[in-house]
């Protein structure tokens, strides 16, 4: 059976520091210049303009996702010996509490997507691990024009499913997903809060298809 493309196990990292801000944009001059071996005709595009665009617009696009993630991570909280002791707990639920903290993770999620593959290889599913993964996931379809999908523990889904065991630190777990929820060849991005369960999970259930 064809599998689908896993393209990626979203999650965001937060920089301690600022990248630097993109250069002004060129100015043109008001003189029409003939045109010649260094200035190409108008009605043919040059590669150097362009690409110096495409350049200012990754470079901008960088500036903003370092500028989310700097503000996202401030609005953490720490929790020290959480749910055991010598565990750090990062409680990201206050960038839910706010609305403006909320958009701005799903834009920094869409911008890391598209940065990373291009506009014109967008995902076409969303694929959430519960429980966190439901969280952003459905937003960031919306955002991304994909469709979504939940994963679930076992026994919370209708009909026929896929199922896929992980190792855990006390043990092993397991994940269903609807068969008929991705079609083969799909582009697919899994959406978790830890990278280590996402890519685990992701590569065994979604192999399957």
Known sequence: MSTCQLIVCCQIKFPSTLQSLPPSPFLLSHTMIESTSSHPPRDKPDATSQNTRLTASASSTASELSNLKIRLHKSLRQFPDFPSPGILFEDILPLFADHTLHRSLIRALELHVTSCYGEDQKPDIIVGLEA???????????????????????????????????????????????????????????????????????HNLLSNF
Request: net charge positive; proline share 8%; charged share 25%.
């Open 132 to 202: 966190r993964g439901f969280l952003c996931g459905p937003s960031l379809a919306l955002r991304l024009g994909a469709g979504f999908v939940p994963v679930r523990k076992p026994g919370k889904l209708p009909g026929p499913t896929e199922t896929a065991g992980f190792k855990k630190e006390y043990g092993e777990d397991f994940f269903e997903m609807q068969k008929d929820a991705i079609q083969p060849g799909q582009r697919v991005v899994v959406v978790d809060d830890i990278v280590a369960t996402g890519r685990l999970t992701s």
